[in-house]
């Protein structure tokens, strides 16, 4: 192979086949990159998120209420759905191909020395280009965990814990707080720390790193209320108070109860933006929320018959599905296209799953890590689920649609692989 990469896709590719070098918990490398970069890390202020599920929702809307308010805001996230550049945007731009071209054309021989792993160096480009542009502010989502994640450099204005639930138990440990140990270590000596968790044995961990590090807790359930006035698919209205605002009547763009909560995470956040010098009013806080923009998240994609996606890829992610599901259509059946990940629990997704389904479609996204149909099908004979393999997510979908009657629901979820893969066909 030359030194040169002919193309774009040839240097994304080449990005991709990092992924062999797998996911390293260490910060050992990462400082090493940053450090050969010149540190674009220090250059711009930035928000921290870590959490297992709601994350990428939170920084949506922080991104979305940022940018309405002129803040020059990036935002980068994990994983994409259909274009590796979704993961790094400013205001509501991709990041540019030339950018990633030569970023990774001059950073190549040093990668292939270090075994620098795939988001590694996806973060040190996100870093390095929000550097250069002179982004205001950067909405930061973690990878995995918080402690030993690649983005754990920065030094936020802020730091976020949306949830806890038991994921990623490989890496980050077999108990609540094991993970809570593990998504606290973005926790800072003298940064706020706003959280939506409530499980008390995370909360414990959250607040004794808090108190260890000098770090001010904002538990959103204690320091704010909120109620809910409206709710369906299209979204949901809600009033929300804290010891500094009061706004009656948003507009939230995402349907579900637990977006609510992201955002009450998100307004906390604000309010400590707003503490130190951020100008954000009321109508701009509107507007974020109404046109905050997140696909894959309870997504109409069609109407007659209705299709939702939904990239809800671990236990907590399903019931809270299943749970938005039973609000909105409460009697009703849905027919699921599920494809999943082989390291995730598709025993208890699938368990939680086969309760709200008429049937189930198993598929298998075009991925190595993608699970085996043949290997769930089991789990739903035995709850004696009605269901059908099709490997293809194109010919899954076909199924489903010439199944379902016209007052049908169909539900595209199980990972960000399958959401994606459908999107991009």
């Known amino acids: 192979m030359s030194n040169h990469f002919t193309s774009y896709e040839e240097a994304l590719s080449y990005l991709y086949n990092l992924e062999r070098f797998g996911i390293k918990l260490d910060l050992t490398n990462i400082t090493a990159l940053m450090s050969h970069l010149g540190n674009p890390h220090l250059e711009f202020p930035s928000v921290h998120i870590a959490g297992t599920n709601g994350k990428g929702s939170v920084a949506a809307m922080l991104h979305s209420i940022l940018s309405e308010a002129g803040y020059r805001?990036?935002?980068?996230?994990?994983?994409?759905?259909?274009?590796?550049?979704?993961?790094?945007?400013?205001?509501?731009?991709?990041?540019?191909?030339?950018?990633?071209?030569?970023?990774?054309?001059?950073?190549?021989?040093?990668?292939?020395?270090?075994?620098?792993?795939?988001?590694?160096?996806?973060?040190?480009?996100?870093?390095?280009?929000?550097?250069?542009?002179?982004?205001?502010?950067?909405?930061?989502?973690?990878?995995?965990?918080?402690?030993?994640?690649?983005?754990?450099?920065?030094?936020?204005?802020?730091?976020?814990?949306?949830?806890?639930?038991?994921?990623?138990?490989?890496?980050?440990?077999?108990?609540?707080p094991q993970i809570a140990g593990e998504k606290a270590g973005i926790i800072k000596t003298g940064v706020p720390t706003v959280t939506g968790v409530s499980q008390p044995e995370a909360l414990d961990v959250i607040k004794?790193?808090?108190?260890?590090?000098?770090?001010?807790?904002?538990?959103?359930?204690?320091?704010?209320?909120?109620?809910?006035?409206?709710?369906?698919?299209?979204?949901?209205?809600?009033?929300?108070?804290?010891?500094?605002?009061?706004?009656?009547?948003?507009?939230?763009?995402?349907?579900?109860?637990?977006?609510?909560?992201?955002?009450?995470?998100?307004?906390?956040?604000?309010?400590?933006?707003?503490?130190?010098?951020?100008?954000?009013?009321?109508?701009?806080?509107?507007?974020?929320?109404?046109?905050?923009?997140?696909?894959?998240?309870?997504?109409?994609?069609?109407?007659?018959?209705?299709?939702?996606?939904?990239?809800?890829?671990?236990?907590?992610?399903?019931q809270t599905l299943i749970n938005s599901l039973d609000q909105f259509f409460p009697e009703k059946k849905i027919i699921f296209i599920f494809g999943v990940m082989e390291d995730k629990d598709y025993h208890s997704m699938l368990r939680e799953i086969s309760s709200k389904a008429k049937f189930v479609v198993l598929t298998k996204p075009d991925y190595k890590r993608a699970a085996d149909p043949e290997v769930m099908e089991e789990i739903l004979r035995l709850s004696n689920t009605p269901y059908e393999i099709i490997p293809h997510i194109n010919q899954a979908y076909l199924f489903a649609l010439k199944n379902a009657k016209s007052d049908d629901i169909i539900c595209i979820t199980g990972s960000h692989f399958t959401v994606g893969e459908f999107l991009s066909l």
């Open 73 to 176: 805001t990036a935002l980068y996230t994990s994983p994409h759905l259909v274009d590796f550049r979704e993961r790094i945007k400013i205001g509501y731009d991709l990041i540019e191909k030339e950018f990633i071209f030569d970023f990774i054309q001059k950073l190549k021989d040093e990668i292939n020395q270090n075994g620098y792993t795939f988001f590694e160096v996806s973060t040190a480009l996100a870093f390095k280009y929000f550097a250069e542009k002179k982004v205001d502010v950067a909405v930061i989502e973690t990878g995995m965990g918080g402690r030993l994640d690649a983005t754990n450099l920065i030094n936020p204005l802020v730091s976020i814990i949306t949830s806890i639930g038991l994921e990623h138990t490989e890496h980050l440990g077999v108990t609540i």
């Open 208 to 318: 004794s790193v808090c108190a260890e590090r000098g770090s001010e807790l904002n538990v959103v359930q204690v320091k704010s209320n909120y109620s809910i006035s409206e709710s369906s698919i299209f979204g949901s209205k809600f009033n929300f108070s804290s010891e500094s605002d009061n706004y009656q009547a948003l507009e939230l763009n995402l349907a579900g109860e637990h977006q609510v909560l992201n955002a009450v995470n998100c307004l906390n956040a604000i309010g400590k933006l707003k503490l130190i010098g951020g100008k954000i009013d009321e109508q701009t806080l509107r507007d974020g929320l109404k046109k905050v923009n997140w696909r894959g998240r309870l997504e109409m994609f069609r109407k007659d018959p209705l299709v939702l996606l939904d990239v809800a890829h671990n236990p907590a992610g399903i």
